[in-house]
Nanobody
Framework: QVQLVESGGGLVQPGGSLRLSCAAS????????MKWYRQTPGKERELVAT????????NYADSVKGRFTISRDNAKNTVYLQMNSLKPEDTAVYYC?????????????WGQGTQVTVSS
């Protein structure tokens, strides 16, 4: 069964750092682009960061650019999100997503999310 399990969330003070992890299983991890989304009550889901399945290219939302870094370890089937200089507006549930398109079929999997709270 396909599984994406996020971890590493918690409470942190403004200016602090957290590292989120997403452990994947049940599919060929190295073939999938990996993404981090976040969502807070009353707001639309936001794409935070993307890392390609090949080439190592990354993309970030403007709101986190320069502060967050996405990376992946294909040997461990894990994607990470290093979050530095955290702000209260970064508070959200963070979701891991895996995406793979083959022919006319799009494979898209989601984790259950991990809560990040930035507060004094």
């Amino acid at each position: 069964q396909v599984q994406l399990v996020e971890s590493g969330g918690g409470l942190v003070q403004p200016g602090g750092s957290l590292r989120l992890s997403c452990a994947a299983s049940g599919f060929i991890f190295s073939s999938y682009a990996m993404k981090w989304y976040r969502q807070t009550p009353g707001k639309e889901r936001e794409l935070v960061a993307t890392i390609a399945s090949v080439g190592g290219s990354t993309n970030y939302a403007d709101s986190v650019k320069g502060r967050f870094t996405i990376s992946r370890d294909n040997a461990k089937n894990t994607v990470y999100l290093q979050m530095n200089s955290l702000k209260p507006e970064d508070t959200a549930v963070y979701y891991c997503n895996a995406e793979f398109g083959k022919r006319n079929v799009l494979y898209n999997y989601w984790g259950q999310g991990t809560q990040v709270t930035v507060s004094s």
